[in-house]
């Protein structure tokens, strides 16, 4: 599994950095979504960009736990 970090394009909405995760079953990008009105906290998404890996996206409060998630997918 190989990981790329970049910055994202929409960062004044999102963390600053986007995390490609990616192998031979697919590509999946990690994001940090900052604290909304409604949100006490920001978490942590993940949404498939290349293969039929899950539906839509996932959210998670910590970051250990959405690269967890990560690599049960990709690997």
């Known amino acids: 599994m190989l990981e790329e970090i970049r910055i994202h394009k929409g960062y004044q909405?999102?963390?600053?950095?986007?995390?490609?995760?990616?192998?031979?079953?697919?590509?999946?990008?990690?994001?940090?979504?900052k604290k909304y009105y409604s949100e006490k906290v920001s978490?942590?998404?993940?949404?498939?960009?290349?293969?039929?890996?899950?539906?839509?996206?996932?959210r998670f409060k910590i970051k250990v736990k959405a690269v967890k998630r990560i690599k049960e997918l990709l690997e």
Do not use: M, V
């Open 43 to 58: 978490f942590w998404e993940i949404y498939c960009l290349e293969g039929n890996l899950f539906e839509d996206t996932e």
């Open 13 to 33: 909405l999102f963390g600053k950095y986007q995390h490609i995760f990616s192998s031979e079953k697919g590509k999946i990008s990690l994001i940090r979504l």
